[in-house]
């Protein structure tokens, strides 16, 4: 149960694209369409931003999205805001039934 | 809207034992399944345990198997963690969590409580 490997941090201008990797093995990420991320603000718990790779918790979000190919999935941050700055975690279903976390990113809005 | 309330934490010796609760309202708690997550003074998360909603199938992190048990009462719409032979490195925030689904398969965690802290040190 190795977590999954994300960047240590991402920054990027406002009005920028930014893109977050999660890279796992065959046994989680490469096997299922089962990926989540959620964002994370200092003092904060964890809020679900994407669920199943690419659909969003709360209907259409035209800045965050969700994409997965082969053992890595990715999350884009599209016209980054200052609200954006916060931590990225990536998650997946593991064979066997467990879950398992990246390691994290956070993300700096210049 | 989904409340969820962690309580049992505190500061413990290496060896001992806790037992951490989550009273949860706003969904039909019956209906889904739970997970535990703590995460480090470092920042990173960990997920630790999760229980099917009928509390068929319970699944640990290699980390605390053997050494943490996940229970629920449908009842009274709450979930537990009983900690045993706890080590500093158990030292974190624990979350309480709502899946998405039944069981433990879907990968989402919809929500989240506000954690206990879990400090553990002679």
């Known amino acids: 149960q190795s977590a999954l490997t994300q960047p240590a941090s991402v920054s990027g201008s406002p009005g920028q694209s930014i893109t977050i990797s999660c890279t796992g093995t065959s046994s989680d990420v490469g096997s299922f369409s089962l990926v989540s991320w959620y964002q994370q603000h200092p003092g904060k718990a964890p809020k679900l931003i994407i669920f199943e790779v690419t659909k969003w918790p709360s209907g259409p979000s035209s800045r965050f999205s969700g994409s997965k190919s082969g053992n890595t999935a990715s999350l884009t941050i599209s016209g980054l805001q200052a609200e954006d700055e916060a931590d990225y975690y990536c998650c997946s279903y593991v064979r066997g039934g467990t879950y398992v976390f990246g390691t994290g990113t956070q993300v700096t809005v210049l | 809207e989904d409340h969820l309330v962690e309580s049992g934490g505190g500061l413990v010796q290496p060896g001992r034992s806790l037992r951490l609760s989550c009273v949860a309202s706003g969904f039909p708690f019956e209906n889904h399944a739970m997970h535990w997550v703590r995460q480090f003074p470092g920042k990173g998360l960990e997920w630790v345990s999760g229980?099917?909603?009928?509390?068929?199938?319970?699944a640990y992190a290699d980390s605390v198997k053997g050494r943490f048990t996940i229970s629920r009462d449908n009842a009274k719409s709450s979930l537990y963690l009983q900690m045993n032979n706890l080590r500093p490195e158990d030292t974190a925030l624990y979350y309480c969590?709502?899946?998405?689904?039944?069981?433990?398969?879907?990968?989402?965690?919809?929500?989240w409580g506000q954690g206990t802290l879990v400090a553990v040190s002679s």
């Open positions: 969590g709502r899946d998405r689904g039944g069981l433990v398969d879907t990968g989402t965690i919809e929500s």
């Open positions: 229980l099917g909603a009928n509390r068929d199938v319970a």
